[in-house]
């Protein structure tokens, strides 16, 4: 198990560092949504959540107390979620067009800072007033472990 | 090279997002259930970014950045509920969290 586990990360880490090399469009197109994505979940929420599990110390969840509905329905009904999800878009792109690198080149820094700043300029004001309830938010839970 | 069809990106899309219900669904620990919630947001943030590339738009770009802004949000004050909840209940279990109940 453990072997395998190794292998298979392994394999993965290599076969990125490869890309890495031989790739000659070191980014496809996405640049700044690539760049955040990786600031904001690998930076802050995976260690936050990090902090959180290793602080709780939990324990293995309990196998207790499930639904007979759910036992029952819960599988199939998922399944046929995926099944219709993948049929509408078999559908709608039955032979789509590949993704190729620089395909589309307004992901960049300037093109999402000048939509932001003028298209989406109230979106952006009301994004930060909820960051800013947010954060009170998280102080004021976490004053209350103090006293 | 052969190319990836968009047709995948949006199916691997479909495969995380209904893995995410899966998980938010059948698992039973309040943390688990978090991340679960953070694997829905970022599949639609893949059907996003692909729609992005196909219509040619950067409007795609922008609804990730606020969906991430969200979660980000949703993360802090969500942890910090969870942190108060096992403070005061020594439990992560979803169901033993049932004081509303009733």
């Known amino acids: 198990m453990d072997v395998t586990i190794f292998l298979i990360f392994a394999i993965i880490a290599v076969l990125a560092a490869i890309n890495v090399v031989v790739q000659t469009h070191p980014i496809a197109s996405a640049e700044f949504i690539a760049a955040a994505q990786v600031i904001v979940y690998a930076g802050a929420v995976m260690v936050l959540f990090v902090f959180v599990i290793m602080l709780l110390n939990a324990g293995a969840e309990a196998r207790r107390g499930r639904s007979f509905m759910a036992s029952l329905l819960g599988a199939p009904v998922l399944i046929a979620l995926l099944a219709l999800l993948a049929w509408f878009v078999e559908r709608i792109y039955p032979e789509s067009m590949g993704v190729h690198f620089g395909g589309f080149t307004g992901g960049s820094p300037q093109a999402i800072g000048r939509a932001l700043f003028t298209t989406y300029l109230l979106p952006f004001e009301i994004t930060s007033i909820l960051v800013l309830i947010a954060i009170l938010g998280a102080v004021v839970l976490a004053l209350k472990e103090m006293d | ?102």
């Open chain 2, 1 to 102: 090279m052969t190319q990836v069809p968009i047709s995948w990106f949006l199916t691997l899309s479909a495969v995380l997002f209904v893995l995410g219900v899966a998980g938010f669904i059948f698992r039973r620990s309040i943390i688990t259930m978090f991340m679960s919630i953070e694997l829905m947001l970022n599949a639609v943030n893949l059907t996003f970014i692909t729609f992005s590339y196909e219509l040619k738009q950067v409007d795609g770009h922008l609804f990730v950045f606020f969906v991430m802004v969200v979660a980000a949000a949703e993360a802090a004050v969500g942890l910090a509920i969870i942190l108060d909840v096992f403070k005061n209940r020594k439990t992560l279990n979803i169901d033993e969290v049932d004081s509303m109940k009733n």
